[in-house]
């Protein structure tokens, strides 16, 4: 949320830290700035290829105050639950900004004004928590489940198994990504981010607070902290500019081409709204594939 990125910023302004994070995060638009926006005022923003390199700069400059940006689900989370429980660097901190798939996909079951008909389980995902933690959805909600890699061939798979499940009328969970996913997931690293996080509210950009969504850092390791470590005040904030629609296409319920801003505005080498920052966002494909003709 962009409640996140401003928060970031704040420790930096008022602590004189250094952010580290990925590539991807630095055009993810706060309130009134970007992280790449920030840096540009002066504000040290490092782009690293993982939390390892963060905290060889903070090995490396024990002089100065690092703190990683950490944002992703349950595949980016594990990676740095490994770090908050072995890492004890006095001038390193994590900020964690994470989310939980599957009682976000229920809460999605729950709302009453989107169409869609069924999930395609995330494979990245599923490789960490399994093909078992979606089991609740077609056996509460009657509602058809396909783990899908990312390759075209696995999403073809995938679209597949959705639609022999609508003609045979039946809900279940098809794992069509196999070669990695376990029905039981990966059960060390499952461990690993049962002692490091405690499942908590999550905010959702434009959505508001969803719960039970997130991670956030157990109370153990609150010397890693970043939120804990450094008093940070309540902040005015904006998830949305004006235009924006992210919210609704977040959760399907609008196209990309809906949005009055897009491609005009809000464009990949300009991103207003956070659907257009990655390229791996809904409104950033849309744009790059132009030919692709949206159907009302």
Known sequence: ?????????WI?????VTITT????????????????????????QVIYGISDAIKLAEENPEK????????????S?????????????????????????PAMELLMQRDDLEF????????????????????????????????????????LGIYALLKQFNENTSRV?????????????????KTLEEAYVVADARWRGLGVWPNTGHEIADKYSHIDAKKKYEIP????????????????????SKPHQCKLFNKACRPDHPIGACMVSHEGTCNVAATYEEIIWED
């Open 22 to 45: 990925f590539g991807d995060m630095m055009r993810v638009p706060g309130s009134k700035e970007s992280l790449y926006q920030a840096q540009g005022r002066g504000v040290d923003v």
């Open 1 to 9: 949320s962009a409640q996140d990125v401003d928060e970031v910023l």
């Open 234 to 253: 309540e902040l005015e904030t904006t998830d949305l500019h004006s235009g924006c629609i992210c919210d609704e296409i977040l959760v399907g319920k």
């Open 174 to 190: 098809d794992n069509m990504y196999k070669r990695y996913v376990r029905h039981e997931g990966n059960v060390a690293a499952l």
């Open 78 to 102: 594990c990676v740095t639950a490994a770090e908050v429980i072995r890492t004890k660097l006095p001038n390193f901190s994590i900020y964690a900004s994470h989310k939980l798939i599957p």
């Open 65 to 76: 105050e690092f703190l990683f940006f950490s944002v992703g689900f349950e595949t980016t």
């Open 12 to 16: 930096a302004d008022n602590h004189n």
């Open 117 to 156: 008909q069924g999930f395609l389980a995330p494979g990245h995902v599923s490789t960490i928590i399994g093909a078992k933690p979606y089991d609740f959805i077609p056996e509460k909600y009657n509602f058809p489940v396909a783990v899908a890699g990312f390759e075209p061939v696995d999403i073809l």
